[in-house]
């Protein structure tokens, strides 16, 4: 069965540096979205992408977040200068449009970033 | 979406029904029920949605009630894998999919 896949599965990083997490989504969806979770909490949504365009984002996704489909494949989430609280399990979803519904989403396993 | 309601733990023996109720009294008439599942960290896992019907497939069984203020998902043979942290989510047709996630409720299916 298809599977979305992410990289790296863990990254660390220094407070105040630039990381990018790397998403492949199933190759025929047409939706993607990133989602967050940290340490014991929910998982919360960021931001989801259709038609090389934010369709609709958080309160968390300031303007240190960025997204993009540089290609036909990859999906990546950029934090520009990160903070210690952005330290999460950051997961990539992606899902077809529905017909009169939301189609299931599908997850990757995550990335885990730990910022220090 | 309408707002759900899911005890926050339930236990179930190893080889039997796991029944996980969910409330979602202000559920509109073109919201589904979803429900995801999510095992130690790893990333939510797709069970099944329904909107009026009871639904069955190979994961598990979903009963939604004839006035859909409340559904169960039921784990027909419960196994030690099942246990994970189980979402009930109603949402419609108006978004592109994106999932308001609840505490859930987390299974913990003993030997």
């Known amino acids: 069965e298809p599977e979305v896949t992410q990289t790296p599965s863990h990254q660390v990083t220094q407070m105040g540096q630039e990381v990018i997490l790397r998403c492949v989504p199933i190759?025929?969806?047409?939706?993607f979205y990133w989602y967050r979770q940290i340490l014991g909490q929910k998982v919360e949504f960021l931001v989801s992408?259709?038609?090389?365009?934010?369709?609709?984002k958080s309160e968390i996704f300031d303007d240190q977040f960025s997204v993009e489909r540089p290609d036909g494949s990859n999906f990546t989430l950029k934090i520009r200068s990160t903070k210690l609280e952005d330290s999460a399990m950051y997961f990539c979803?992606?899902?077809?449009?529905?017909?009169?519904?939301?189609?299931?989403?599908?997850f990757g396993n995550g990335t885990r970033l730990t910022v220090t | 979406d309408a707002k759900t309601t899911q005890p926050p733990s339930m236990d179930c023996a190893e080889g039997r029904a796991a029944n996980l109720p969910c409330n979602h009294s202000?559920?509109?008439?073109?919201?589904?029920v979803y429900w995801y599942r999510q095992i130690h960290s790893q990333g939510p896992q797709y069970i099944i949605h329904?909107?009026?019907n009871n639904e069955t497939n190979e994961m598990a069984s979903l009963i939604i009630t004839e006035d859909r203020k409340s559904s169960t998902l039921i784990l027909p043979h419960a196994t030690l894998r099942d246990t994970a942290v189980y979402y009930c989510?109603?949402?419609?047709?108006?978004?592109?999919?994106?999932?308001?996630f609840g505490q859930g409720t987390t299974l913990q299916v003993k030997p």
């Open positions: 979803a992606s899902n077809v449009p529905g017909q009169g519904y939301n189609s299931p989403l599908h």
């Open positions: 190759s025929n969806h047409l939706y």
């Open positions: 992408f259709y038609n090389n365009e934010i369709s609709e």
């Open positions: 202000t559920i509109s008439g073109n919201e589904y």
């Open positions: 329904g909107l009026k």
């Open positions: 989510i109603a949402t419609g047709s108006g978004n592109t999919g994106k999932l308001i």
